[in-house]
């Protein structure tokens, strides 16, 4: 209990005076506080890991609905990411297929916008919850695209059981183009404001293959301690898996897939906090 | 060359048509306080949102805000309500929190056929005498239009004022809500909400007044009564003053619909056409 009392005095202190500071340069050299391997929490994030959506109808989504209702049992999960849930504007028929899904397993729902494509076509990640999110805050990564940033509750547990849990500072967003990830990087960029307004973020999102090393030289050229981690299995596809944290706060451990069928794969997701 | 200009023109037509772009910056928004989707006394609707559904249906709108909303709960089945109504509506749904009920929620709903980018949910003051906690929401959806098909943004506020207590207390909690999404945001918004309180009070000209609070709104809704034939207390602004036209504006007196319809909630819903200048 100390354990947890202290980290989490540090972490709030850390994250309040970075927050009210001027300086750029923001640095957690001095903390000595780590994630734990005694504290573990899991997220799950179902993709096909291409350009396409995971599905248009709601028969689409019934293998989402299968994983969660009986491979890692709904109760389970805090956080569930069905990436591209999109939604193709009509104005007599519209469909918002993944909301079936999220119904059946009574979980609350989230629309992690990313962008309008062509006029018509909403695209983004639904979120499947378990309490309902307050409020949400999306950072414009160039013109036309936007990370986004739900405060969500998180669910994890001590080594002896204990569950724990509290509000974390979520955000996700698809890295498509080389804009994209120019938005991001850099002394002015996405990183560097969601660096300053909650440096405990935890970021979970998918980038092009194409563009993983770019990527990863921009987030490195401004912040070393945020760690850029690519989930196993993932690598090679289209479109891969990242997590990014600040060290201090958050540690990527490691993930495991399970196949649904139909090019659609869901990679449940470790953290260390 | 005639036909490849006739086929262009076909394709543009097409695309035209069936792109949120042809509705331009008109948005059709409803303001219905629906008690919870529980039916009047003596007409228990057990929750069926499939009524309110059927209805909305014919009003065809781009943002609904719901008051009274109670979801999740165990007399619910511990069915989300707001979701089940997005799915049947297909729109994306906002809960809005206000407290904790049995092992669900009370408090507002928004509802949009447009992606929202940004949301906030807040609890709004609880002066002494209101009957329980009340909240606002508001979210800034990306509404495409020729111009911009990456989204023009907009802001929907709903919210739903205290009924118990006295006046003051719900112009203070106007002045709350209005402090909280309107004061020094240049986003085009529209304010929703079951005010309790007639036309002439301070707290509908909290909102149509240039104050601290924020810059003046518009109203865009009449004086036609919203619960029973009595009081006016369902209300429509729009903001900044000036920015948006006034298409159309209807209170749907549900009483005179046939069954179910006129019992499904004491207040009546109210729809309200506008666009952004």
């Given at each position: 209990?100390?354990?947890?009392?202290?980290?989490?005095?540090?972490?709030?202190?850390?994250?309040?005076?970075?927050?009210?500071?001027?300086?750029?340069?923001?640095?957690?050299?001095?903390?000595?506080?780590?994630?734990?391997?005694?504290?573990?929490?899991?997220?799950?994030?179902?993709?096909?890991?291409?350009?396409?959506?995971?599905?248009?109808?709601?028969?689409?989504?019934?293998?989402?609905?299968?994983?969660?209702?009986?491979?890692?049992?709904?109760?389970?999960?805090?956080?569930?990411?069905?990436?591209?849930?999109?939604?193709?504007?009509?104005?007599?028929?519209?469909?918002?297929?993944?909301?079936?899904?999220?119904?059946?397993?009574?979980?609350?729902?989230?629309?992690?916008?990313?962008?309008?494509?062509?006029?018509?076509?909403?695209?983004?990640?639904?979120?499947?919850?378990?309490?309902?999110?307050?409020?949400?805050?999306?950072?414009?990564?160039?013109?036309?695209?936007?990370?986004?940033?739900?405060?969500?509750?998180?669910?994890?547990?001590?080594?002896?059981?204990?569950?724990?849990?509290?509000?974390?500072?979520?955000?996700?967003?698809?890295?498509?183009?080389?804009?994209?990830?120019?938005?991001?990087?850099?002394?002015?960029?996405?990183?560097?404001?969601?660096?300053?307004?909650?440096?405990?973020?935890?970021?979970?999102?998918?980038?092009?293959?194409?563009?993983?090393?770019?990527?990863?030289?921009?987030?490195?050229?401004?912040?070393?301690?945020?760690?850029?981690?690519?989930?196993?299995?993932?690598?090679?596809?289209?479109?891969?898996?990242?997590?990014?944290?600040?060290?201090?706060?958050?540690?990527?451990?490691?993930?495991?897939?399970?196949?649904?069928?139909?090019?659609?794969?869901?990679?449940?997701?470790?953290?260390?906090? | 060359?005639?036909?490849?200009?006739?086929?262009?023109?076909?394709?543009?037509?097409?695309?035209?048509?069936?792109?949120?772009?042809?509705?331009?910056?008109?948005?059709?928004?409803?303001?219905?306080?629906?008690?919870?989707?529980?039916?009047?006394?003596?007409?228990?609707?057990?929750?069926?949102?499939?009524?309110?559904?059927?209805?909305?249906?014919?009003?065809?709108?781009?943002?609904?805000?719901?008051?009274?909303?109670?979801?999740?709960?165990?007399?619910?089945?511990?069915?989300?309500?707001?979701?089940?109504?997005?799915?049947?509506?297909?729109?994306?749904?906002?809960?809005?929190?206000?407290?904790?009920?049995?092992?669900?929620?009370?408090?507002?709903?928004?509802?949009?056929?447009?992606?929202?980018?940004?949301?906030?949910?807040?609890?709004?003051?609880?002066?002494?005498?209101?009957?329980?906690?009340?909240?606002?929401?508001?979210?800034?959806?990306?509404?495409?239009?020729?111009?911009?098909?990456?989204?023009?943004?907009?802001?929907?506020?709903?919210?739903?004022?205290?009924?118990?207590?006295?006046?003051?207390?719900?112009?203070?909690?106007?002045?709350?809500?209005?402090?909280?999404?309107?004061?020094?945001?240049?986003?085009?918004?529209?304010?929703?909400?079951?005010?309790?309180?007639?036309?002439t009070s301070e707290t509908v000209s909290t909102f149509t007044a240039d104050n601290e609070y924020g810059g003046a709104c518009d109203r865009v809704c009449d004086n036609t009564t919203t619960y029973g034939n009595s009081s006016k207390l369902d209300y429509f602004f729009s903001y900044p003053a000036g920015a948006w036209t006034t298409?159309?504006?209807?209170?749907?007196?549900?009483?005179?619909?046939?069954?179910?319809?006129?019992?499904?909630?004491?207040?009546?819903?109210?729809?309200?056409?506008?666009?952004?200048?």
């Amino acid at each position: 209990m100390k354990n947890i009392l202290y980290s989490f005095v540090v972490m709030a202190a850390a994250a309040t005076l970075l927050g009210c500071g001027k300086d750029k340069h923001l640095t957690l050299e001095d903390v000595s506080v780590w994630p734990s391997s005694d504290f573990v929490t899991k997220l799950h994030f179902v993709s096909r890991l291409t350009d396409a959506a995971t599905g248009s109808t709601e028969a689409d989504f019934a293998p989402v609905t299968g994983y969660f209702s009986s491979t890692v049992g709904a109760d389970n999960v805090w956080l569930g990411i069905i990436d591209r849930a999109d939604v193709t504007y009509n104005a007599a028929s519209q469909q918002n297929s993944a909301l079936k899904s999220a119904l059946d397993l009574k979980f609350w729902t989230y629309l992690a916008f990313n962008r309008i494509r062509n006029g018509s076509t909403f695209e983004g990640s639904a979120l499947f919850l378990r309490a309902p999110v307050t409020g949400s805050t999306a950072y414009a990564l160039g013109n036309d695209c936007f990370v986004a940033g739900p405060v969500l509750k998180m669910q994890g547990k001590k080594n002896d059981g204990t569950s724990i849990s509290f509000d974390i500072y979520f955000r996700t967003a698809r890295f498509e183009t080389q804009a994209n990830v120019d938005a991001f990087g850099g002394d002015n960029g996405i990183l560097f404001q969601m660096k300053r307004e909650r440096m405990n973020f935890l970021m979970v999102g998918t980038v092009k293959n194409t563009l993983v090393d770019p990527l990863r030289t921009a987030i490195d050229s401004h912040d070393r301690s945020f760690k850029f981690s690519i989930v196993e299995g993932t690598e090679n596809r289209d479109y891969a898996i990242f997590v990014l944290a600040e060290e201090h706060f958050w540690r990527y451990v490691g993930a495991t897939s399970t196949s649904l069928g139909g090019g659609l794969d869901a990679y449940e997701i470790s953290l260390n906090w | 060359m005639k036909t490849v200009i006739l086929k262009t023109a076909l394709a543009t037509a097409a695309i035209w048509l069936g792109s949120p772009c042809a509705e331009a910056q008109t948005l059709k928004v409803m303001e219905w306080n629906i008690l919870s989707f529980e039916g009047v006394t003596g007409h228990a609707n057990d929750f069926n949102v499939q009524p309110f559904v059927d209805f909305i249906r014919t009003q065809n709108p781009d943002v609904i805000c719901f008051n009274e909303l109670e979801t999740a709960t165990s007399r619910m089945n511990f069915v989300e309500k707001l979701t089940e109504a997005g799915r049947l509506l297909s729109m994306y749904p906002f809960f809005g929190f206000s407290y904790v009920k049995d092992v669900g929620y009370y408090g507002n709903g928004i509802l949009s056929k447009y992606p929202y980018v940004n949301t906030y949910s807040s609890l709004i003051v609880k002066p002494s005498g209101t009957a329980d906690q009340r909240s606002v929401e508001a979210v800034d959806i990306l509404v495409p239009t020729a111009a911009k098909p990456e989204g023009v943004k907009i802001r929907i506020v709903c919210t739903h004022l205290d009924h118990q207590g006295t006046a003051a207390n719900r112009r203070d909690q106007a002045r709350d809500v209005k402090n909280k999404t309107v004061k020094g945001s240049a986003i085009p918004t529209l304010i929703l909400g079951d005010l309790n309180q007639g036309t002439t009070s301070e707290t509908v000209s909290t909102f149509t007044a240039d104050n601290e609070y924020g810059g003046a709104c518009d109203r865009v809704c009449d004086n036609t009564t919203t619960y029973g034939n009595s009081s006016k207390l369902d209300y429509f602004f729009s903001y900044p003053a000036g920015a948006w036209t006034t298409v159309s504006y209807v209170v749907i007196k549900t009483t005179s619909l046939p069954t179910p319809l006129e019992h499904l909630s004491d207040h009546y819903p109210i729809m309200g056409e506008v666009t952004l200048n």
